[in-house]
């Protein structure tokens, strides 16, 4: 939250009053050049006072006027909102020349002027004649109760105006959370408040210890991030203290979506086979990341990387071995092309049943097609379907009869949508299933009493096991008639 910002939110001229405060709410998650505005509805419909449905309205409304801009739709999942940002020229230019009224999320906006037509009433009075002090204006109630209003508003949004009137707790605020992950910074008003109660030299200890503090969580495998507010009130940056001998910090740099270096990112965690980094550089690559230069792959590294057009055989090629290694290729809608290691990519041996670690976990869900697959995928390589323990017996087909749910799948094979396109679903109760019921019982196994209406397999027929029958030859009538069979 910027204090010039916030202060030219106070100074707009914006009706109702509701509108306003949902502009505050904005004001305080946005950054100093107005970008990242990102809260959901319904964490801006609740410190504003206001329904969601009136907040959608008056979302609406800020962009119709162009006071607010969509900078990327949301919607895609659960916790992906929309992302906003402020025009700041409108913002100023209704604290000073214009304003705006609202009706039903239509936003008019008026230029600001001497609106008494008559001559003898002033908006200015004269000054008494004598007197050289300047003269106090006149208070209008309308204006008064506006401003009451207001206060209270401030008051129930917890803005503290005070530790943000010197610039320097929202400095550090803004340090620490270009380290923070973006779902974990928590109430930026309580921790201005304890930013502002801290010296300087405190604030700058709370800013060089959040990356060795966020480091040391991601070594301990914490699954949760505190919230800032909670990092500053406990103390934590005393337990991570500055290493002697160190330099000054390393300047950032911010890498945008989809650019080169995020690619070389991902393959460079793809190639070390480390399942955290590669789900990090996915997560990262239509949210751009910023990250210190020394953790940016190199020059000659990012421009080994090939350009490969979207939808063109190198591309498809691509996206099935990611597939099959337990990802998806990321498909950027703004740029045409994709960079990868290199024009055609390993192979996947899929023919056969050949573990390998996936490059992220996946839930694989009992007697699905993916399943199937699997299991035919095991049988195709020749290995024994039941196999033994010591003496205790272990078939795949009658454990997973009594099984319900899913299970976490790290290692390989793993199937492309184009592996699935060829299974078959074989119905219970008919010659088909019957004919794959005694194909798995040559194997050890069996299909009898099996709790679903129905099995994938890779063929309508099992192989090995239907054999057409031989169509019956046409009787030489003639011959059987000489041979006296004839009658």
């Known amino acids: 939250m910027s204090s010039k910002l916030l202060g030219d939110a106070f100074d707009a001229d914006i009706k109702p009053i509701a509108y306003k405060v949902v502009l505050l709410k904005l ?21 504003a006072g206001v329904s969601e449905r009136h907040t959608k309205r008056v979302l609406h409304g800020f962009v119709s006027v162009g006071l607010l801009r969509v900078t990327q739709i949301g919607g895609k999942g659960r916790g992906d909102t929309t992302e906003y940002s402020l025009d700041l020229a409108t913002l100023r230019r209704l604290g000073t020349s214009h304003s705006v009224t609202f009706v039903n999320g239509t936003g008019t906006f008026e230029k600001k002027g001497d609106m008494v037509s008559e001559p003898e009433k002033r908006v200015t009075p004269e000054a008494v004649k004598g007197d050289t002090s300047h003269p106090q204006p006149l208070k209008d109630p309308l204006e008064e109760r506006e401003g009451a209003r207001a206060q209270g508003q401030k008051q129930a949004l917890n803005l503290n105006l005070k530790p943000i009137m010197d ?18 910074v928590g109430n930026r008003a309580k921790a201005l408040g304890l930013l502002a109660d801290m010296t300087p030299e405190q604030r700058k200890r709370e800013v060089d210890a959040a990356p060795r503090y966020l480091r040391a969580l991601k070594d301990e495998k914490r699954k949760y991030v505190p919230a800032i507010e909670t990092y500053l009130a406990n103390g934590d940056s005393e337990r991570f203290p500055e290493p002697r001998g160190s330099t000054a910090a390393e300047p950032e740099i911010e890498l945008k979506p989809y650019v080169a270096e995020l690619w070389a990112m991902l393959w460079r965690a793809v190639k070390a086979s480390k399942p955290e980094a590669v ?57 045409p092309v994709v960079f990868v290691p290199s024009p055609a990519p390993d192979q996947v041996k899929m023919v056969g049943y050949r573990p390998y670690q996936l490059l992220r976990p996946q839930r694989l869900e009992y007697r699905s097609k993916i399943w199937w697959w699997r299991l035919h995928q095991r049988i195709a390589d020749g290995k024994p379907l039941v196999t033994y323990v010591g003496k205790q017996r272990v078939d795949p087909v009658e454990e997973v009869r009594r099984k319900v749910g899913t299970d976490e799948v790290h290692f390989g094979p793993w199937p492309a949508d184009s592996d699935l396109a060829g299974m078959v679903m074989i119905k219970t109760l008919t010659d088909e299933f019957e004919q794959w019921n005694t194909y798995f019982a040559r194997l050890g196994s069996s299909l009898d009493l099996w709790p679903d209406n129905h099995i994938w397999v890779p063929s309508r027929y099992p192989p090995a096991v239907f054999t057409p029958k031989p169509a019956d030859p046409v009787p030489d009538y003639e011959a059987l008639e000489a041979m006296g069979e004839m009658r």
């Not at 305080?28 to 609740?46: E, F, L, Q």
């Not at 190199?298 to 099935?320: C, Q, R, Y």
Request: glycine letters at 6%.
């Open 167 to 184: 610039g320097k707790p929202e400095e550090a605020l803004a340090a620490i959370e270009r380290h923070w992950p973006p779902g974990a």
């Open 27 to 47: 004001v305080d998650a946005a950054r100093d050049d107005g970008t990242k505005i990102w809260p959901s509805v319904k964490t801006i419909a609740k410190a």
């Open 279 to 335: 789900a990090y550089a996915l997560s990262r690559m239509d949210k751009g990341l910023t990250t210190v230069q020394r953790a940016v792959p190199p020059a000659d590294e990012v421009s080994a990387l090939v350009a490969v057009k979207i939808g063109s055989p190198e591309h498809e090629a691509w996206s099935v071995w990611c597939q099959r290694m337990g990802i998806r290729l990321p498909a950027p809608s703004m740029l």
